[in-house]
């Protein structure tokens, strides 16, 4: 007996070719949409590219006897001798310290200052007072850093300043500040936090308008107190927020504010006031020794580099908030 062999219809292509048509134009449109959005960032992938990326050559001159007439190329390789030279300078230990103990002043009074500040703000209820306390906290934030450091000295000056009228009306010694030592790092600070708080606080504050109201609602109907509202709720909102500005600031400290340094220090106070950044300028533009003002430089970036990792680590690990 012969087999029976089924013949199957073909399948119909007019249907098929139809939607290959419209994933074509799909494509086609999706291709053209990123090609506008890639043209849109051309601009700033060219700056990065120039003015961020194209300078790291320079970085050879942290292991070299960089001469400027002779170039990057011309000069002498000397590999670790400016890293050495600086790790076993008495320099190192001063510089290094000074920079540690500014970002500890800043980490436990500049950064919580804000969060308090905004925390505040959140539960003033008059929304003009509200205002107008947050416009004079975020005005200094504009003024140069210049004027602002020009202000400090006169506020602090030992003939004409504010503080030191006050000490002579109260029978005390009139004090030059700005040359003790053991003053430089209160001063610093607190320039810091009249400068930077109004601008760090609306930060906390955008994340403060995200919280859910109906939180507060169900917390005031189980008898919640404004305290408890804010320790079980309100600061556990803008944790995130707290976390990634906490990364950067670890990521930043030895990036110390080398304008408002290089303003207000001076040789007597130098053993507290000197920082890694400012011994980059004055090896670097005053000595003319290029090789070590950037050995100096990439040694900082590389520590920096190195504590943002590590307190997003620990971020991530404690709290699961974290910048990656």
Excluded: C
Excluded at 145 to 163: D, K, M, R
């Amino acid at each position: 007996m012969k087999e029976k062999t089924l013949k199957l219809d073909p399948p119909v292509k007019s249907k098929n070719i139809f939607n290959l048509n419209i994933f074509q134009k799909k494509k086609s449109t999706f291709n053209n949409d990123q090609k506008t959005l890639y043209l849109i960032i051309l601009p700033f992938i060219l700056w990065y590219l120039i003015f961020a990326y194209k300078p790291m050559y320079g970085l050879l001159i942290a292991f070299k006897d960089y001469s400027l007439f002779r170039g990057i190329s011309g000069s002498d390789w000397v590999g670790l001798t400016n890293f050495t030279e600086f790790l076993t300078s008495p320099y190192f230990y001063t510089t290094l310290k000074n920079t540690i103990m500014l970002n500890i002043y800043s980490l436990f009074l500049e950064f919580p200052f804000a969060i308090v500040l905004a925390l505040m703000l959140n539960e003033v209820k008059n929304k003009y007072f509200r205002s107008l306390i947050q416009t004079a906290s975020f005005i200094p934030y504009f003024i140069a850093i210049v004027v602002a450091a020009g202000i400090t000295v006169n506020i602090l000056s030992p003939s004409t300043g504010v503080v030191n009228h006050i000490l002579a009306k109260l029978g005390l010694e009139r004090i030059y500040f700005l040359s003790k030592p053991e003053f430089f790092r209160g001063i610093f600070t607190g320039m810091n936090i009249w400068k930077s708080t109004g601008f760090n606080a609306v930060i906390y504050l955008a994340a403060l308008t995200s919280v859910d109201e109906s939180l507060y609602e169900a917390a005031k109907i189980d008898g919640a107190s404004k305290f408890q509202q804010l320790r079980y709720i309100t600061i556990p909102s803008i944790i995130p927020t707290i976390v990634v500005m906490l990364v950067l600031k670890v990521g930043s400290m030895l990036n110390v504010a080398f304008e408002t340094i290089l303003l207000l220090y001076q040789p007597a106070t130098y053993s507290t006031a000197d920082v890694i950044s400012t011994y980059v300028y004055r090896t670097g533009m005053l000595m003319q020794d290029f090789g070590l003002a950037t050995a100096v430089g990439l040694f900082n970036a590389i520590v920096g580099f190195l504590l943002v990792y590590s307190a997003n680590k620990w971020s991530k690990k404690i709290t699961s908030s974290s910048l990656w």
